[in-house]
């Protein structure tokens, strides 16, 4: 698809836009950003407030897109000015994502794909569950006849996140707390609900679609949550059946067999979602963060230590005791005792009743992977 937005030079956009051009002056020798359809985003300098920000220009009507993103807050770009100009060019002035804002395609590409690294998935679960937060807004309140659009091109290049993780003690989570870190770009071909739909992306589209449905935009980030967790794309005959979602995660596993059997659930949850209106953005949101937010953090704690620092089962009792140093600074304990060890015991209790570890029926060694 050509874009002739793209091919427009800074003289060009001074003639058609005169008005953007009296205040913001563009920066660098090209547009920034991977490459859209339907527009091109350059850098500029805003004269008047001495700030940097993004400049959209396209030969399509921006209006749609603009209150959009006005009408949904907190997972859209924020839009700041909005300029016509001449032989129907328009122009939008929006927030600039700079690093530590990346998209996932560029966090991607520059990730280290490690075996069994299983914060990398508790990660992935932040950064999704923000996607979804977006979605909902996107997609409007339920039962409403409103108001409810379909993004129509989810995918890695139009989700930008806070790439700012920090340690944070006595959890597994990492991104920032009470701040927004997800962004949703490009929402120039987002249409309402039911109206034809021929755009998008085909890597991540869903390929049987005909008319726009809120869970064709789910379907797409189930596919983009795959890639994130594994560094590579998926086709989508892996999306038609649990068994190929699962072999498909199996290539760069947690290494925790209760943590990949999550993944797998919520990509197969966003894959029926194309078909299955009660999945919503809404629903997924609640379910995961009952299964992973909501969850007491020293269990996640516990399965990271055994993840990291064994490559070998062990006793209850031989577990208990090699957990103790790792675990407490969650608990403020200084010294060991029995009365301490016999808690960690009823830990891993409770973490193999929900099914969380492993156990081998002969020697009684727990795991956290087959």
Same mark, same amino acid.
């Given at each position: 698809?050509?874009?002739?937005?793209?091919?427009?030079?800074?003289?060009?956009?001074?003639?058609?836009?005169?008005?953007?051009?009296?205040?913001?002056?563009?920066?660098?020798?090209?547009?920034?950003?991977?490459?859209?359809?339907?527009?091109?985003?350059?850098?500029?300098?805003?004269?008047?407030?001495?700030?940097?920000?993004?400049?959209?220009?396209?030969?399509?009507?921006?209006?749609?897109?603009?209150?959009?993103?006005?009408?949904?807050?907190? #997972?859209?770009?924020?839009?700041?000015?909005?300029?016509? $100009?001449?032989?129907?060019?328009?122009?939008?002035?929006?927030?600039?994502?700079?690093?530590?804002?990346?998209?996932?395609?560029?966090?991607?590409?520059?990730?280290?794909?490690?075996?069994?690294?299983?914060?990398?998935?508790?990660?992935?679960?932040?950064?999704?569950?923000?996607?979804?937060? $977006?979605?909902?807004?996107?997609?409007?309140?339920?039962?409403?006849?409103?108001?409810?659009?379909? &993004?129509?091109?989810?995918?890695?290049?139009?989700?930008?996140?806070?790439?700012?993780?920090?340690?944070?003690?006595?959890?597994?989570?990492?991104?920032?707390?009470?701040?927004?870190?997800?962004?949703?770009?490009?929402?120039?071909?987002?249409?309402?609900?039911?109206?034809?739909?021929?755009? $998008?992306?085909?890597?991540?589209?869903?390929? !049987?679609?005909?008319?726009?449905?809120?869970?064709?935009?789910?379907?797409?980030?189930?596919?983009?949550?795959?890639?994130?967790?594994?560094?590579?794309?998926?086709?989508?005959?892996?999306?038609?059946?649990?068994?190929?979602?699962?072999?498909?995660?199996?290539?760069?596993?947690?290494?925790?067999?209760?943590?990949?059997? @999550?993944?797998?659930?919520?990509?197969?949850?966003?894959?029926?979602?194309?078909?299955?209106?009660?999945?919503?953005?809404?629903?997924?949101?609640?379910? @995961?963060?009952? #299964?992973?937010?909501?969850?007491?953090?020293?269990?996640? @704690?516990?399965?990271?230590?055994?993840?990291?620092?064994?490559? &070998?089962?062990?006793?209850?009792?031989?577990?208990?005791?090699?957990?103790?140093?790792?675990?407490?600074?969650?608990?403020?304990?200084?010294?060991?005792?029995?009365?301490?060890?016999?808690?960690? !015991?009823?830990?891993?209790?409770?973490?193999?009743?929900? #099914?969380?570890? @492993?156990?081998?029926?002969?020697?009684?060694?727990?795991?956290?992977? #087959?």
């Amino acid at each position: 698809m050509t874009n002739p937005a793209r091919k427009l030079r800074k003289s060009d956009i001074k003639g058609l836009l005169p008005e953007l051009i009296q205040r913001f002056t563009l920066l660098g020798k090209a547009p920034i950003g991977e490459r859209s359809g339907f527009g091109a985003v350059w850098e500029a300098h805003d004269s008047w407030l001495d700030r940097k920000v993004a400049v959209k220009i396209s030969h399509t009507d921006l209006r749609e897109e603009i209150v959009l993103c006005r009408d949904i807050e907190g #997972q859209t770009v924020r839009i700041f000015d909005y300029y016509r $100009g001449e032989e129907g060019w328009n122009a939008y002035v929006m927030e600039l994502l700079e690093v530590p804002w990346i998209t996932l395609s560029t966090f991607i590409k520059r990730h280290t794909y490690k075996p069994n690294d299983l914060q990398h998935y508790f990660d992935c679960f932040e950064i999704v569950y923000e996607a979804l937060l $977006g979605l909902a807004d996107i997609h409007g309140r339920p039962y409403s006849r409103q108001g409810r659009y379909v &993004h129509a091109d989810i995918k890695p290049a139009n989700l930008f996140f806070l790439c700012r993780p920090k340690k944070h003690l006595n959890t597994v989570f990492r991104m920032p707390a009470h701040e927004e870190m997800l962004r949703i770009i490009d929402l120039g071909i987002s249409i309402p609900r039911g109206e034809l739909n021929f755009s $998008g992306t085909p890597a991540y589209d869903y390929p !049987k679609k005909l008319e726009a449905r809120l869970g064709h935009d789910l379907y797409s980030l189930g596919i983009t949550f795959l890639e994130l967790l594994t560094g590579e794309c998926p086709d989508h005959t892996v999306m038609e059946h649990k068994a190929r979602i699962r072999g498909f995660v199996a290539r760069q596993s947690s290494g925790s067999h209760f943590i990949d059997e @999550l993944a797998i659930d919520l990509a197969c949850q966003c894959a029926r979602a194309a078909t299955q209106t009660r999945i919503t953005a809404r629903s997924l949101a609640i379910a @995961l963060d009952a #299964q992973a937010f909501d969850v007491n953090p020293l269990y996640w @704690l516990t399965l990271r230590a055994i993840n990291k620092t064994l490559s &070998h089962g062990m006793t209850k009792a031989e577990l208990a005791d090699h957990l103790f140093p790792i675990l407490a600074p969650y608990y403020g304990w200084l010294n060991r005792s029995v009365g301490r060890i016999e808690q960690l !015991k009823g830990l891993l209790t409770n973490m193999y009743e929900q #099914q969380m570890l @492993l156990r081998d029926g002969f020697s009684h060694r727990y795991f956290v992977r #087959q």
